[in-house]
Nanobody, 128 residues
């Protein structure tokens, strides 16, 4: 069974950058679709991006397209979310989710209930 742990969050000024990591253990990350979601206080979990098991395919929601980049290094059992030009509205707890195979990537990338495995989240605060 896959366990996921996020890291890399913190406090950053508007316009700054952070790179989040999602490290897998228990089994190889290689055969899993990975996605990033976030949740701000009082709001529903928001979809952001997903990546296919090989890393050859990526999807982004419009609100982060051009600012965020999802990637993965299967040899390191790690997925990443590079976040640039951060805005105060990006403040949230960021979660990575995983599920076996690529069906979710192709058909239901942005459905949070499609993901079987979740990390505990990492806080990102964008403030001056």
């Amino acid at each position: 069974q896959l366990q996921l742990v996020e890291s890399g969050g913190g406090l950053v000024q508007p316009g700054g950058s952070l790179r989040l990591a999602c490290v897998g253990s228990g089994t190889t990350l290689e055969y899993h679709t990975i996605a990033w979601f976030r949740q701000a206080p009082g709001k529903e979990r928001e979809r952001l991006s997903c990546i296919s098991s090989s890393g050859g395919g990526t999807n982004y929601v419009d609100s982060v397209k051009g600012r965020f980049t999802i990637s993965r290094d299967n040899a390191k059992n790690t997925a990443y979310l590079q976040m640039n030009d951060l805005k105060p509205e990006d403040t949230a707890v960021y979660y990575c989710g995983g599920v076996e195979g690529d069906y979710t990537f192709h058909k239901e990338c942005y459905r949070s209930d499609a993901y079987r495995y979740w990390g505990q989240g990492t806080q990102v605060t964008v403030s001056s």
